[in-house]
């Protein structure tokens, strides 16, 4: 079961990611219009729900803080996981006990867990943007908590597929950085991608409290960059097609971005790991692949 990867393997996994991250360079319509439309939705937005969204930043606050009800179960995620570490042909799966265990999985099995969690959680986002949608407006007061919790659980569950622990508040710091990934644009996303930069080393293990001061700008962020899609969501009945079709894509570029950030981190570590066991300075692996950053 824990049969992992070579080098020369985990370097090839490290170039599609590189593909990926420059994939991202690419800007669809809607984020280069900017956040004027925001202007326009903050305008047209009753009270009552401007006061859900004020209440949504400080209860995410408390997720960074304590974890708060945004916590997902352990146990079940590596359940899950456990349903995944089947190679074929193979007809036994192994259970996986603990975080330390599943981080020591094959990347191939961490993978399809983290895929079969990007379908499941889009499904259920299609079901619930299109029954928030059916309301126009007004059941956008439920819907917005409810997509931003739901990113939350599927990025703490892909976290458990890459075996880190979403109890750890430095992974759910690493958890906001995916989620203003995925909404930000080009430049968000180069920001983002530099502040990741060896997110595991040593000399940065002592940066959480600043780290932490500013998850009231990545909130912002990420409600400006998604508000005035749900413009179109505030339409009764109509809002419902709306709904659907942007929850489900909300919960597919998250969760995208979870296991792309978390992937890489984990085939970074293992080829550090590597390099050490061969009696190399850690600073080989990075000169010589020229893969040091996140």
């Known amino acids: 079961m824990n049969e992992q990867e070579s080098k020369e393997q985990l370097l090839h996994e490290l170039k599609m990611i590189e593909k990926w991250e420059d994939d991202q360079k690419g800007l669809f319509f809607w984020e280069k219009l900017g956040r004027l439309p925001f202007v326009l939705l903050d305008r047209l937005t009753p009270k009552f729900l401007q006061d859900r969204i004020g209440q949504l930043i400080d209860e995410m606050g408390s997720y960074l803080q304590t974890g708060g009800r945004y916590l997902v ?158 413009l179109f969501q505030m339409i009764p009945i109509a809002g419902m097609l709306f709904g659907a079709y942007f929850n489900r894509g909300t919960i597919k570029d998250v969760a995208e971005a979870g296991k792309m950030l978390y992937r890489k981190r984990r085939i970074l570590e293992r080829l550090s790991t590597q390099t050490l066991e061969q009696g190399a300075s850690p600073e080989e692996p990075d000169k010589a692949s020229g893969h040091g950053q996140i």
């Open 73 to 230: 179960s352990q146990r079940g995620s590596l359940e899950h996981l456990s349903k995944h570490t089947r190679i074929k042909g193979d007809g036994d799966k192994s259970a996986v006990a603990s975080i330390e265990e599943a981080s020591r999985l094959p990347l191939a099995a961490m993978d399809r867990a983290a895929d079969a969690l990007s379908e499941s959680r889009s499904a259920m986002a299609t079901v619930q943007g299109a029954t928030t949608g059916f309301g126009g407006i007004f059941t956008l007061a439920i819907d917005i908590p409810s997509l931003l919790g739901l990113s939350l659980k599927v990025l703490q569950e892909i976290a458990v597929c890459y075996g880190y622990d979403p109890n750890d508040k430095k992974e759910r710091i690493f958890i906001i950085n995916c989620l203003q990934f995925s909404s930000s644009d080009i430049v968000g996303k180069k920001a983002i991608l530099e502040k990741l930069a060896l997110y595991d080393a040593p000399e940065r293990q002592n940066q959480a409290a600043a780290q932490i001061q500013g998850w009231r700008e990545v909130i912002a962020t990420y409600r400006d960059n998604f508000g005035w899609k749900k």
